[in-house]
């Protein structure tokens, strides 16, 4: 056999390892999406859109199929996205306000229910908020996913709200109707802004408390009415910070609380002189999908 032989059978070997490689590497496509900041008092609050912030989980539909904003496929029915538009939209599915743990185990399920009878997927709506790859400003943009939605209807596709207000004290008054009505709080949109990857100024979110994100790492045990159950956990935050969350928790899971290692969001309102959370009360395990 001479060199050039082997040289093919190499060759061969080698395209059928790399193929067999890439059947075994699931897809994963991270969409570079736009993330909002904290709300910074601004002075002409006619400038920007005021839309509801959903408490839902955010996807990302590329044109052809919907992934979450780590990069993972959701599965959804074949029905649930029929008719969508084919290009990019950024959005949250979302159930309803105070409904996120129900929406995450609908979403989290490893095979869609086609079934639309049974299929938890019948309840959801992707609502979409902007258009990634649309170059014009968010102005713009608003126009177009309205027609978008006019031209592309389905069931299962909504838009969020965005209206403009007058004065800032309109702002308070919207934030206080979400707030009643059990919403998470208001996102504010600067009209001539463009899409922007990461952090945009541009993009502020404005509740009424903050919140955060910590690992449990210990367990204190309950007494009286919690006595043989979850008192409080003890957590540690991405930049150190050691404290206990006593409050928050339902029956359910004082009975059976989350795993040591598990990562939580939390409520407070400010930090101490020591950088502890104030009022910290648990809020719900971390969407990790």
């Given at each position: 056999?001479?060199?050039?032989?082997?040289?093919?059978?190499?060759?061969?070997?080698?395209?059928?390892?790399?193929?067999?490689?890439?059947?075994?590497?699931?897809?994963?496509?991270?969409?570079?999406?736009?993330?909002?900041?904290?709300?910074?008092?601004?002075?002409?609050?006619?400038?920007?859109?005021?839309s509801?912030?959903?408490?839902?989980?955010?996807?990302?539909?590329?044109?052809?199929?919907?992934?979450?904003?780590?990069?993972?496929?959701?599965?959804?029915?074949?029905?649930?996205?029929?008719?969508?538009?084919?290009?990019?939209?950024?959005?949250?599915?979302?159930?309803?306000?105070?409904?996120?743990?129900?929406?995450?185990?609908?979403?989290?399920?490893?095979?869609?229910?086609?079934n639309?009878?049974?299929s938890?997927?019948?309840?959801?709506?992707?609502?979409?908020?902007d258009?990634?790859?649309?170059?014009?400003?968010?102005?713009?943009?608003?126009?177009?996913?309205?027609?978008?939605?006019?031209?592309?209807?389905?069931?299962?596709?909504?838009?969020?709200?965005?209206?403009?207000l007058?004065?800032?004290?309109?702002?308070?008054?919207?934030?206080?109707?979400?707030?009643?009505?059990?919403?998470?709080?208001?996102?504010?949109?600067?009209?001539?802004?463009?899409?922007?990857?990461?952090?945009?100024?541009?993009?502020?979110?404005?509740?009424?408390?903050?919140?955060?994100?910590?690992?449990?790492?210990?367990?204190?045990?309950?007494?009286?009415k919690?006595?043989?159950q979850?008192?409080?956990?003890q957590?540690?935050?991405?930049?150190?910070?050691?404290?206990?969350?006593?409050?928050?928790?339902?029956?359910?899971?004082?009975?059976?609380?989350?795993?040591?290692?598990?990562?939580?969001?939390?409520?407070?309102?400010?930090?101490?002189?020591?950088?502890?959370?104030?009022?910290?009360?648990?809020?719900?395990?971390?969407?990790?999908?």
């Amino acid at each position: 056999m001479n060199k050039y032989v082997h040289l093919v059978l190499f060759a061969s070997i080698l395209s059928i390892h790399w193929s067999l490689a890439a059947q075994q590497t699931p897809n994963k496509f991270k969409p570079n999406i736009q993330h909002g900041v904290q709300y910074q008092q601004i002075i002409d609050i006619d400038k920007y859109f005021v839309s509801e912030k959903l408490d839902g989980m955010r996807g990302y539909w590329d044109g052809k199929q919907l992934f979450s904003r780590q990069g993972n496929i959701i599965n959804t029915p074949s029905w649930f996205t029929h008719r969508w538009p084919h290009l990019p939209m950024d959005g949250e599915l979302w159930l309803g306000r105070e409904k996120f743990q129900p929406l995450l185990s609908c979403v989290r399920k490893q095979v869609a229910i086609e079934n639309k009878t049974t299929s938890c997927w019948r309840h959801v709506r992707f609502m979409i908020f902007d258009l990634p790859k649309h170059s014009g400003d968010f102005n713009e943009r608003v126009n177009k996913m309205r027609l978008l939605l006019m031209h592309n209807p389905s069931v299962y596709l909504a838009m969020i709200n965005q209206v403009k207000l007058k004065e800032l004290s309109d702002l308070d008054r919207r934030l206080n109707e979400v707030i009643a009505a059990q919403g998470e709080g208001l996102i504010l949109h600067l009209a001539s802004a463009h899409y922007q990857k990461g952090r945009n100024p541009a993009l502020m979110k404005l509740k009424k408390y903050q919140d955060a994100e910590a690992t449990i790492i210990g367990y204190t045990e309950g007494k009286g009415k919690y006595q043989n159950q979850l008192g409080a956990i003890q957590v540690k935050t991405s930049n150190g910070i050691v404290f206990k969350l006593g409050s928050g928790f339902s029956d359910a899971q004082r009975a059976k609380p989350p795993k040591i290692g598990t990562i939580i969001t939390f409520k407070y309102n400010g930090l101490t002189q020591a950088g502890i959370p104030r009022f910290a009360r648990f809020w719900r395990i971390k969407a990790t999908e």
